[in-house]
């Protein structure tokens, strides 16, 4: 495996760095390279990410580009949203460059001119959805846990969820983003957030079979390589529930939900109403209204409309801080949301988060 010349000029080559870069073939490798804290994204990684991107997309020696996670545990199991809600307390501009960067990377992904494969092995959430759900391929092997668990932090599924999560089966993608519920492999394919599902034991051959390609720039035939390592994950839990997905998760307004799932006596109605009832008000107030308008929006306006949301989160919000507490930080996981009632989050509110920002509005490529 040949280093990267420009990985290379900014110390992100094989060997250091929270983030890797290297060719092999004709293919372009990403390594997030943090796997104690496993392989969360940094601003500085975000900012690597792009600058690379960038560079390959005008590479004729670059056919197409991979990204990996470090270790057995996760690909990436988010943003470090512990720093980013320590660099707000602390009254630092960090936390603004660390969600501008990252939207930035997210949207650099989406317009990406070449075949993008993710190998999605191991813990994919938040900020790990946004590095692989816009690119071309997702490949999920039998040890993905994928979740955007946003509101059980006092935040929204950003990252562009906005964008896709209205696209995904019925009403799922309004219960993934609202529950943070945790899809295993047969969920995520069926769901579409993974196109391949390969074992995590002939990674490393896919990974080959791809550097040998000399058509890497072609997509329908790295498509068709990546189906010849598919492997039928077998029925999806999910699909099982969409009809009750679909019905209960239908009502835009989240109370209208809850009513929905208490008039239903199952078992799994109950519980997903509790898990809802765990969660921040005001965040599943603004994702909710987060994913009505993103429905609407291509992935570039639904960063935009985020990036607004994430900005008044930190300025004016108490239930982030709180969330990274409760679950990140004491991991007592038992988060005081104020305010506590969904009733007392009123919509006047919740609009004031999606206004523009003036001069600090996000400003992508």
């Known amino acids: 495996m040949t280093k990267d010349r420009n990985a290379a000029e900014h110390g992100t080559g094989q060997g250091d760095g929270d983030v890797l870069f290297s060719v092999a073939g004709r293919l372009g490798i990403i390594t997030l390279n943090r796997p104690k804290a496993l392989n969360a994204l940094t601003r500085e990684m975000c900012v690597a990410i792009k600058r690379q991107l960038d560079a390959w997309a005008v590479d004729e020696a670059v056919g197409a580009v991979l990204i990996e996670g470090t270790g057995e545990r996760a690909f990436c199991a988010g943003g470090d949203v512990v720093r980013v809600a ?48 816009h690119g071309r391929f997702r490949v999920a092997s039998e040890r993905i846990l994928f979740a955007m668990p946003e509101t059980g932090l006092g935040l929204i599924p950003d990252v562009g969820g906005g964008h896709v999560l209205p696209r995904l089966p ?95 006596d199952g078992e799994w109605a109950y519980a997903t109403r509790g898990e809802l009832l765990a969660k921040s008000p005001t965040s599943l107030k603004l994702t909710a209204e987060q994913l009505r308008r993103g429905a609407q929006l291509d992935l570039d306006e639904d960063l935009r409309m985020e990036f607004r949301i994430v900005n008044r989160i930190m300025t004016r919000g108490h239930d982030f801080f709180e969330g990274v507490r409760a679950i990140l930080i004491d991991k007592d996981r038992q988060p005081k949301w104020n305010p506590a009632r969904l009733e007392d989050v009123h919509d006047d509110e919740i609009a004031a988060y999606f206004a523009p920002l003036g001069e600090r509005e996000l400003k992508l490529d």
Request: hydrophobic fraction near 40%.
């Open 170 to 264: 019925g009403r799922v993608g309004h219960y993934l983003g609202l529950t943070g519920y945790r899809a295993k492999a047969a969920d995520t394919h069926w769901l579409g957030v993974a196109t391949h599902v390969t074992p995590a034991a002939r990674l490393g051959e896919l990974k080959a079979a791809l550097v040998a390609m000399s058509d890497l720039d072609d997509p329908q035939a790295v498509g068709a390589l990546l189906d010849s390592f598919h492997e039928d994950p077998g029925p999806a839990p999910l699909a099982g529930h969409q009809e009750a997905i679909d019905r209960h998760f239908a009502h835009e307004r989240v109370e209208e939900v809850l009513e929905s799932l208490a008039s239903d």
């Open 86 to 133: 320590r660099s707000a307390r602390e009254g630092s501009d960090e936390w603004f460059w660390f969600f501008h960067d990252e939207y930035r990377m997210n949207s650099t992904i989406g317009h990406f001119p070449k075949p993008y494969i993710a190998l999605l092995d191991g813990i994919t959430m938040g900020g790990g959805f946004g590095v692989s759900v």
